[in-house]
């Protein structure tokens, strides 16, 4: 695990042992460095320019690019790391291995152990531990991608036909991307119940503490897209159970929710706004994990093309074919939804990706700009440890640790009730 702390998030660009090293590519850390910065810049700055936070359901804004980007990007470097692979066996170990340390990190990282910048003390009740979030989701995606290109790549010298070569990639993102759909559509999502807490609702008196009503969300129905009666969210609850899931789903700031700026949900709410929903769940970790193998396409130019000229081609290409395919789904209904990683929004994600590192590899690999993305490059190259560093608070509470006098005069207080509570 310590090992894996001083990598970058899914840097991948560690060849096997018995294969020659692969030189870095700058533009692969400026695009994971931008995607960090994406990441603070939303986390911090979402609740004062609420029009850059996760978008509520349906939509897109700034804030729901950053996991398909960071998924991407790991796809592109992955095409780096197995250009070669001598031992397909020892390349699996490693992979495997890699995704299970990922996986853990993210549960001690999001699972509940962290109690957030309010609360200096750690633990978690393993009855509610949250097991997905974004470094599962990640290892999930990273694991069926590394397994697509360990196993399923057919490339042999000469061969310059990426769709025959890797025809085996693109059965596996469709075999996916049915079994998506199958489930999101088909199947039936039954009337379902679940516990309301005075942690998130206004329905219990303030004094009451660990208060629980037992609520019921009529459903019923079949192929349901909306936050109440989606299959993904009935999967979740079978799978990993009601408890497990995460508790403060962004659903809430719909205006059928109409949350207070204190996180509690209204009385004359739905049931359902106070329900627990996980947006890094099971099934919709699946298209996630499509959004790798898209991203190994792009690094597949990268690794066995040399000019600078048919590599943008071909991404440019590629992206304007994916958006054309999205935005041609949102027009026939199917909804761009984050928390369901729809179709749609996997085909516009990806696409915006893609002519995002068309546009950075153009700046720094073939024009040489690297002073100009200097910080974006360095924070690549640490992205995993900043990660750690945010997701747990801990650079928040050490600022924190200073204060004027009174322990709440500090920098973070001062920040939260000037702009946030505002």
């Known amino acids: 695990m310590a090992d894996l702390l001083q990598q970058p998030l899914l840097d991948i660009e560690e060849q096997p042992r018995t294969s020659k090293k692969t030189p870095r590519v700058a533009s692969l850390d400026v695009f994971r460095g931008l995607c960090v910065f994406l990441m603070m810049l939303v986390d911090y700055g979402g609740a004062i320019v609420p029009i850059i936070a996760h978008s509520p359901w349906n939509g897109l804004h700034l804030a729901d690019f950053v996991m398909p980007f960071f998924l991407f990007i790991a796809g592109v470097s992955l095409a780096l790391v197995y250009k070669r692979v001598p031992n397909r066996i020892e390349a699996t170990r490693k992979a495997v291995l890699r995704a299970v340390e990922l996986f ?15 609360s200096l003390t750690y633990g978690v009740d393993m009855k509610r531990i949250r097991w997905l979030g974004i470094l599962q989701r990640i290892s999930v995606g990273y694991i069926f991608a590394a397994l ?44 379902w ?42 999967i979740d609850r079978y799978v990993l159970g009601i408890d497990h899931l995460y508790k403060k789903p962004v659903y809430r700031n719909l205006k059928e929710c109409n949350m207070s700026t204190n996180g509690q949900v209204p009385e004359s709410a739905p049931s359902w706004c106070h329900a627990p929903f996980d947006p890094e ?41 994916l958006l054309l395919v999205g935005l041609l789904l949102a027009v026939a209904g199917d909804p761009v939804n984050k928390s369901l990683y729809t179709f749609g929004y996997m085909m516009i994600t990806c696409a915006s990706a893609g002519i995002t590192y068309s546009a950075i590899y153009l700046l720094v690999d073939v024009y040489g700009y690297r002073c100009l993305t200097f910080a974006l490059e360095w924070m690549g190259k640490h992205s995993l440890s900043i990660f750690v560093l945010i997701t747990s608070n801990l650079v928040v509470i050490a600022i924190q640790g200073f204060y004027w006098t009174a322990p709440e005069n500090n920098l973070i207080h001062w920040i939260v009730t000037r702009f946030v509570h505002r």
């Open 104 to 118: 853990l990190l993210g549960v001690i990282l999001q699972g509940g152990y962290f109690h957030g910048i309010n």
């Open 148 to 191: 697509c290109e360990i196993w399923l790549s057919c490339r042999s010298r000469g061969d310059v036909s990426f769709l025959k070569s890797y025809f085996w990639h693109w059965g596996a993102a469709f075999s996916l991307s049915a079994i998506y759909l199958g489930l999101l559509y088909g199947l039936y999502v039954p009337d």
């Open 193 to 234: 119940q679940f516990e309301m807490s005075n942690a998130t609702s206004s329905v219990f008196p303030a004094n009451h503490s660990y208060v629980y009503m037992l609520t019921q969300v009529k459903c019923s129905v079949r192929g349901d897209l909306g936050p109440a009666c989606n299959s993904a969210g009935m």
């Open 281 to 321: 769940g099971v099934l919709s970790s699946i298209t996630a994990a499509v959004t790798c193998i898209i991203g190994l396409q792009y690094g597949h130019s990268l690794a066995h093309l040399q000019d600078h000229k048919q590599r943008m081609q071909n991404w440019i290409l590629f992206s304007l074919s």
